[in-house]
Nanobody, 127 residues
Framework: QVQLKESGGGLVQAGGSLRLSCTAS?????????????MGWFRQAPGKERELVAT???????DYADSVKGRFTISRDNAKNTVYLQMNGLKPEDTAVYSC??????????????WGWGKGTLVTVSS
């Protein structure tokens, strides 16, 4: 079974930076090949709905939510089966649990079209 594990969260002051990692394991399940799949980072703040933050295609094309454009960068290292989210210029409103998942098709902004969710990593930005 393919599983994703996020890491790199923590407490940071406003204006600071963090780099999140999302690593896939169990890749022998069903012939899963990491490099062939688009990936997404989502976040969910307390009392709010989960929202899409960034996506990266199998060809490394990227897209971002308007709220993070110019501050966050998504990338991937297929040799390490890992997707990253570099977060700069962090703001208190970025505080959330960040999760990654594998995109299966359909509306890219709808979390129902993703699978293999990790447990997430908490990012807290203090003012």
């Amino acid at each position: 079974q393919v599983q994703l594990k996020e890491s790199g969260g923590g407490l940071v002051q406003a204006g600071g930076s963090l780099r999140l990692s999302c690593t896939a394991s169990g890749l022998t399940f069903g012939g899963f090949t990491f490099r062939r799949w688009a990936m997404g980072w989502f976040r969910q703040a307390p009392g709010k709905e989960r929202e899409l933050v960034a996506t990266i295609s199998s060809g490394s094309s990227t897209d971002y939510a308007d709220s993070v454009k110019g501050r966050f960068t998504i990338s991937r290292d297929n040799a390490k089966n890992t997707v990253y989210l570099q977060m700069n210029g962090l703001k208190p409103e970025d505080t959330a649990v960040y999760s990654c998942a594998i995109y299966s098709g359909g509306n890219v902004e709808d979390a129902i079209n993703y699978w293999g969710w990790g447990k997430g990593t908490l990012v807290t930005v203090s003012s």
